[in-house]
């Protein structure tokens, strides 16, 4: 039974009038429809449809090709299971012969086990795989940002992205670690006379991803209504994840999300990326998907105290609700500059999409100056580059990233930058901000320079946003983080916590208690999450994957770098291609890369493994056993 059944018997809703049903049972010859070809195995398959105003051919068949989780409905949350009135919803209607196209691809021996091939089939392009002597095939792109998956890593039955280390499973498409919210297409594959066939759905290969069957609320709920038996506060990637999850395992009970924010979740790591975007262009997803998985959506609403006594959150506006089971992912805040001059205008912690805007419109060809060499303040000064009239990086250290990257590559970084005119003032601080009736014009440091200025962005870091749990009987620790288990558990009972306010601990690290602000970091914990509310007990198990990008060029990052005392370098700094091994003692711990693909991927694989990789391993310069051999 799951974890949320023993809800308020005044909760629930009267019981539906029942729908005329139709049961089928047939011999079903195995997985076709999945994508990998295998010895079929007989199974006995009985499906339950729900016919309402007439009959309906449906397919009974799930993306990846095995039976519909659907098929046979619990209401109330049941783990895997939706309500009868959605299991209709929830079966694919039955496709056209037109709307498929099936190719010949390659032959039988064109590919060797552990290979990848993206093959062209007319109408769209699909990912050929051979592993353990059966054929797959699924989307070739990766959902997130449209990487080739071709370009990926492929290991014991997934494949994970070459750019930021997202896994999918080859036989179900299916995601199983992030970034990204969707998994991919699966295509039907075939063998005959020595020719590998692909059969693919025409839509399914132009969209190249696929959101997984949801259930929906089965409880008819005022949205007035003060309890939700799930409650999550913050709409990153932590809460948005969260609440997909419990729907894709079939819980069908009220889900509030709620956010000081006035825009639905959004990809914030775009923001300091892409300075020019809309909160529409950034939306993760649609106003009409939150509506069609019951998934309610509260803007604009702030947390000022929760008390886990009484199960209830109470909002800045008197709003007071009750809960069954809360997530607190509410993120981060910027951590405040002192200077002189706070109430001149045109300076900016960069939070919002019309921050972001303001920042490009007041730097068009005027003075930009960038507090802090922070990754979101260094993606800054790089995309104004091109915009302002000139660029200034202010900071405390004498090298950027000297503390995450190490001297050597923060020098290349560094040089860069002054390679696209960007002027750095390091181991300097701002002392005051001038302005000119009100107006930004000059940046003081403490120095005694004076900087030209007509728009200035601080980023000098950021903590926890968790003041509002004083009181509410949740632990948080000295630096304001929320420590949990590996199941994103606080002390308090049924109340979890995710994303950059927790402290969690690192498998990798020997469960050391770490907090790693990675947007791939977050959505893991959302799922874990949301897993352990239904009662499926479920540890976090990942390997922190990061990435920045400045100009045009990508550094990938994998582990936890912390505290590393050597860097070892291979590749050409110059050249910006390069790997960097960070190790502490004899162990590799981290690694990043520039224009060295899939090298990080690689390495996350093995750490993923739970293998070590020794710091004379990396000295020789022979890197051959890292490197995917095969791919086409």
């Known amino acids: 039974m799951s974890a949320m059944a023993g809800l308020d018997s005044q909760t629930r809703t009267p019981p539906r009038q029942p729908y005329r049903r139709l049961t089928a049972s047939w011999r079903y010859p195995g997985p076709i429809m999945g994508g990998c070809l295998s010895k079929p195995k007989p199974v006995e398959v009985k499906v339950e449809l729900t016919l309402l105003d007439k009959e309906r051919e449906t397919d009974t068949m799930s993306p990846n090709g095995k039976v519909s ?47 990848m091939r993206e093959v062209d089939l007319g109408a769209g392009r699909a990912l050929l795989i051979k592993e353990h002597g059966e054929f797959c095939a699924i989307g070739h792109k990766c959902p997130h940002y449209g990487a080739p998956l071709v370009k990926g890593v492929l290991s014991k039955g997934h494949v994970r992205c070459p750019w930021h280390g997202a896994c999918f499973n080859i036989a179900t498409g299916d995601i199983e670690d992030f970034p990204g919210l969707d998994s991919l297409p699966t295509f039907q594959v075939r063998v005959e006379k020595d020719k590998v066939i692909i059969r693919a759905n025409k839509q399914a290969l132009q969209s190249q991803k ?20 799930v409650l999550i506060i913050g709409a990153g990637p932590a809460g948005l994840v969260c609440a997909e999850t419990l729907r894709q395992e079939g819980f069908t009970d009220r889900i509030v999300m709620c956010t000081m924010e006035k825009h639905p979740p959004y990809d914030r790591p775009k923001l300091s990326k892409s300075l020019e975007s ?25 947390v000022v105290s929760v008390d886990v006594r009484t199960k209830t959150v109470i909002f800045h506006d008197g709003l007071k609700m009750e809960y069954r089971k809360l997530l607190i ?27 972001a805007n303001s920042i490009a419109r007041l730097a068009n060809n005027k003075n930009a100056v960038i ?29 950027p990233f000297r503390k995450n990257l190490g001297e050597k590559v923060g020098k290349t970084i560094m040089k860069m930058f ?60 000295s630096k304001g983080f929320i420590p949990v288990s590996k199941t994103m558990q606080t002390n308090a009972e049924g109340v979890f916590a995710g994303g950059d306010v927790v402290a969690f601990p690192l498998s990798g690290r020997s469960n050391k208690k770490v907090n790693i602000s990675h947007w791939q970091m977050a959505h893991v914990h959302g799922r874990v999450a949301a897993l352990n509310m239904m009662g499926t007990s479920t540890e976090m198990k990942t390997v922190p994957y990061f990435w920045t990008a400045m100009f045009g060029k990508s550094i990938r990052y994998a582990g936890h770098g912390e505290g590393f005392d050597d860097v070892i370098i291979q590749g050409d700094l110059d050249e910006l291609k390069f790997v960097a091994f960070y190790t502490k003692s004899e162990e590799v711990i981290a690694v990043a890369s520039m224009n ?21 391993d990396v000295e020789t310069g022979d890197m051959s056993w890292l490197i995917e051999k095969g791919t086409q």
């Open 69 to 115: 989780p659907f098929s046979e409905c619990r209401p109330n949350g049941a783990l895997g299971h939706c309500s009868d009135e959605d299991s209709s919803a929830a079966l694919r209607p039955f496709h056209k012969p037109r709307d498929y196209v099936e190719a010949s691809v390659c032959h039988v021996k064109d590919l060797e086990n552990g290979q």
């Open 210 to 229: 696929r959101t997984k069957a949801m259930s929906r609320c089965s409880a008819v709920i005022n949205s007035s209504t003060g309890f939700s038996h």
């Open 278 to 302: 809309t909160a529409e262009q950034l939306r993760l997803r649609s106003a009409e998907f939150f509506q069609t998985h019951s998934i309610e959506l509260l803007t604009e609403k702030e």
């Open 329 to 355: 992912a509410t993120g981060s805040i910027p951590k405040p500059l002192n200077y002189k001059g706070k109430d001149v205008e045109n300076v900016f912690y960069l939070r919002t999409p019309e921050d």
């Open 371 to 399: 507090v802090g060499t922070s990754f979101i303040g260094m993606e800054v000064a790089a995309a104004l580059t091109d915009k302002a009239h000139s660029v200034s990086v202010i900071g405390i250290d004498a090298i």
């Open 418 to 477: 002054e390679n696209k005119r960007v002027k750095f003032y390091m181991q300097n601080e701002v002392s005051e901000m001038r302005g000119h009736h009100g107006q930004l014009k000059e940046v003081v440091l403490k120095s005694g320079k004076v900087l030209r200025a007509d728009v200035c962005v601080i980023g000098t870091g950021s903590g926890p946003a968790t003041s509002f749990l004083r009181q509410s009987g949740i632990n948080v620790d």
């Open 596 to 616: 060295y693909d899939p090298i990080v991927s690689r390495v996350a694989e093995v750490f993923g493994s739970g293998k070590t990789i020794r710091k004379r």
